[in-house]
């Protein structure tokens, strides 16, 4: 069982940054694939980044890629989110996510959910 906590959203201008945080509870935290999802309001929760448990694969929506980063560092129980080069259309609720196995590119798979933190890129 797994509880994680998203942290480190904000206002941010167009072009600006920012590194979010997901720390998570439990010894088995290097035992999960995480992944990052964002909701923005009216549309489906989607699929933003995910990372194997060793930190050996990466996986990106198209939309982020080149721009964000995903990594984890499984001795601290924190997988991060860096977001470079924002842009409006980023604008959503943040989330992360753990599952077994390999990446998942969709909710499918993932078991347990944080709670989210808002990210706000203004034009």
């Known amino acids: 069982q797994l509880q994680t906590v998203e942290s480190g959203g904000g206002l941010v201008q167009a072009g600006g940054s920012l590194r979010l945080s997901c720390a998570a509870s439990g010894r088995a935290f290097s035992r999960y694939t995480m992944g990052w999802f964002r909701q923005a309001p009216g549309k489906e929760r989607e699929f933003v980044a995910g990372i194997s448990w060793s930190g050996g694969s990466s996986y990106y929506a198209d939309s982020v890629k080149g721009r964000f980063t995903i990594s984890r560092d499984n001795a601290k129980n924190t997988v991060y989110l860096q977001m470079n080069s924002l842009k409006p259309e980023d604008t959503a609720v943040y989330y992360c996510?753990?599952?077994?196995?390999?990446?998942?590119?969709?909710?499918?798979?993932?078991?347990?959910w944080g709670q989210g933190t808002q990210v706000t890129v203004s034009s």
């Open positions: 996510a753990a599952a077994s196995g390999q990446v998942k590119i969709t909710t499918e798979g993932y078991m347990y």
